[in-house]
């Protein structure tokens, strides 16, 4: 990637602080490291290629040079936005899903709790971490990383779910830098609507799975298994049990996928 490139295609954006690596071990530990010293509201942190990308849980993110966006957002949060800090990784969803289906008329999906998802395939994988001083956020940080490139998905034996890239969704060529700009852009629409009505009906009505039923892990060992209902306004997952209650479960460490066996889109009723 082109760092000057990079910085004349933000430009517009008046991102206050950037910090571009050829190669790096996790954007995200950039970022983490950076809030601790002075990082400023919406400093980014780009790399083209990651060594030690993470998600959630301590697995890996592959982030293969040339192919790829890895991207790291400080995030300041306002007293308001402490206050649902679990709905950043959402933000982060449901700008990108904007710019797949308005910019390049593609339709993706978003895999609760951080996922998003293109013909049932990830493209994108969302990790919002926090450095805390007791009881308060110091600063948030939106780890995006997103295949663009064929060449940026990684081998099925190393993947738990299956995996495409954006450009094998548009049948071309994509610009990373456009991407990345246009994405930046409409999560900088999207901040100040946080946890609104209309934030909530845009990630409910493009969620995965919804009205079908899944099969959920969760880190602690409990399995759900039920029909996908919606979202609450803690972005809990609304799950319909086959005893006929509804769960809700908090996001975190939890795996989402279809039930096996049902190809069935459950009814409303
Ligand atoms: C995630 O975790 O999906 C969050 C990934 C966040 C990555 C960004 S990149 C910028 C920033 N810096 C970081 O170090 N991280 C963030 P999770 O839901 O736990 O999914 C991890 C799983 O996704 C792995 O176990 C693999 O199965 C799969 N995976 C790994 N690399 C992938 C890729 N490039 N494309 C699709 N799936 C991948």
Same mark, same amino acid.
């Given at each position: 990637m082109d760092e000057t490139a990079l910085r004349n295609r933000l430009a517009g954006l008046h991102i206050p602080a950037l910090r571009y690596y050829d190669t790096v071990g996790s954007t995200n530990d950039v970022a983490l490291d950076w809030i601790l010293n002075g990082a400023p509201d919406l400093a980014l942190v780009v790399a083209d290629q990651q060594e030690t990308g993470r998600g959630r849980l301590g697995r890996p993110? /592959?982030?293969?040079?040339?192919?790829?966006?890895?991207? +790291? @957002?400080?995030?300041?949060? =306002?007293?308001?936005?402490?206050? !649902? /800090?679990?709905?950043?990784?959402?933000?982060?969803?449901? +700008? @990108?899903?904007?710019?797949? =289906?308005?910019?390049?008329?593609? !339709?993706?999906?978003?895999?609760?709790?951080?996922?998003?998802?293109?013909?049932?395939?990830?493209?994108?994988?969302?990790?919002?971490?926090?450095?805390?001083?007791?009881?308060?956020?110091?600063?948030?940080?939106i780890g995006i990383g997103i295949n663009i490139a064929p060449s940026a998905v990684p081998p099925a034996d190393q993947l738990l779910f299956p995996a495409t890239s954006i450009e094998t969704a548009a049948g071309g060529p994509v610009d990373r830098l456009d991407l990345l700009h246009d994405l930046l852009a409409s999560l900088l629409e999207w901040r100040p609507r946080l946890g609104s009505e209309e934030f909530f009906k845009t990630w409910e009505s493009n969620l995965a799975f919804l009205k079908e039923a899944v099969r959920i892990e969760s880190g602690g060992g409990q399995v759900y298994n039920g029909i996908v209902l919606g979202i609450d306004p803690d972005g809990n997952l609304r799950l319909l049990e086959p005893t006929g209650s509804e769960v809700r479960i908090a996001a975190g460490d939890v795996r989402l996928r279809p039930a096996e066996g049902s190809s069935t889109t459950a009814t409303e009723s």
């Open positions: 993110w /592959l982030t293969r040079p040339n192919s790829a966006l890895a991207i +790291s @957002l400080v995030i300041r949060p =306002t007293s308001a936005e402490a206050q !649902q /800090l679990a709905l950043f990784s959402p933000l982060a969803g449901v +700008s @990108l899903h904007q710019v797949l =289906t308005e910019k390049y008329g593609i !339709q993706a999906e978003i895999k609760w709790p951080n996922d998003v998802l293109i013909n049932r395939q990830k493209v994108a994988g969302i990790l919002v971490e926090a450095q805390w001083e007791g009881q308060t956020p110091l600063g948030l940080v």
